[in-house]
């Protein structure tokens, strides 16, 4: 199993960088905490809001990411490793909830956020657990 965050799943919907290696997870098995489709309906209002879609497109957009090969975790299983996570990197909670999925399934994560991947890269601890999509 390889979780993925928001950052991955959105580029199966836009047109972005590395979309082509993050089409290519769809044939592995993943995980995300449950948050992951809250980012991306975010990530896709976003781009609706600057017009580089339009709101239809991003309602169609969200229904197909509503339908892709993710089993979503409730976040409240990993909320509390999340914050100590978030305390020890100085990262946001929301993106230490992948990790923290991570860890207590012994596997990774996948995104495209290079600065969470620097940031546990920093720690011998999490060697491993976060890698860049790219």
Not at 48 to 62: C, G, N, P, V
Request: with cysteine.
């Amino acid at each position: 199993m390889i979780v993925i965050d928001a950052s991955v799943a959105v580029k199966w919907v836009l047109d972005e960088a590395d979309s082509d290696a993050a089409l290519r997870l769809r044939s592995e098995q993943l995980s995300a905490p449950s948050l992951w489709l809250i980012e991306a309906g975010n990530a896709l209002w976003s781009r609706a809001r600057r017009r580089e879609i339009s709101f239809t497109d991003a309602e169609d957009r969200l229904r197909i990411l509503r339908s892709s090969p993710i089993v979503s975790t409730p976040v409240e299983h990993d909320l509390s490793a999340a914050l100590k996570l978030a305390n020890e990197l100085a990262h946001p909670i929301y993106d230490c909830l992948y990790l923290a999925l991570a860890l207590r399934e012994e596997t990774h994560v996948v995104t495209a956020d290079r600065r969470f991947a620097a940031l546990a890269a920093a720690r011998p601890d999490l060697g491993g657990r976060i890698r860049l999509l790219a």
